[in-house]
């Protein structure tokens, strides 16, 4: 069974970065379609960032040029780095790893969550 675990997040102040890691036991991050979603209060889940099998990545409007998504295979971890945050990035990250290569589905696997939280 696959399992993700996420970590890196905290409390920064804006215009500071943070980096999260997300790594799995019992699954392959090289052989999926892996993203980061994240979710602020009183809003709908969204995508973030995602990374194909292939290395290509993809972002959400509001944070590219800010954000990189990036995985180590060696290690079986994917990364978000987050640089110049604001406090419109506030919320819970999560780590994804689709079933299948090229989308996500309904029976991807979801980490637990890490909170993101921007404050002066």
């Known amino acids: 069974q696959v399992h993700l675990v996420e970590s890196g997040g905290g409390l920064v102040q804006p215009g500071e970065s943070l980096r999260l890691s997300c790594a799995a036991s019992?699954?392959?991050?090289?052989?999926?379609?892996t993203g980061w979603f994240r979710q602020a209060p009183g809003k709908q889940r969204e995508l973030v960032a995602r990374?194909?099998?292939?290395?290509?990545?993809h972002y959400v409007d509001s944070v590219k040029g800010r954000f990189t998504i990036s995985r180590d295979n060696t290690k079986n971890t994917v990364f978000l780095q987050l640089n110049n945050l604001s406090p419109e990035d506030t919320a819970v990250y999560y780590c994804?790893?689709?079933?299948?290569?090229?989308?996500?589905?309904?029976?991807?696997?979801w980490g637990q969550g890490t909170q993101v939280t921007v404050a002066s």
């Open positions: 019992g699954g392959i991050f090289s052989d999926k379609l």
């Open positions: 994804r790893l689709s079933t299948e290569i090229w989308y996500f589905t309904n029976d991807d696997v």
């Open positions: 990374i194909t099998v292939g290395g290509t990545t």
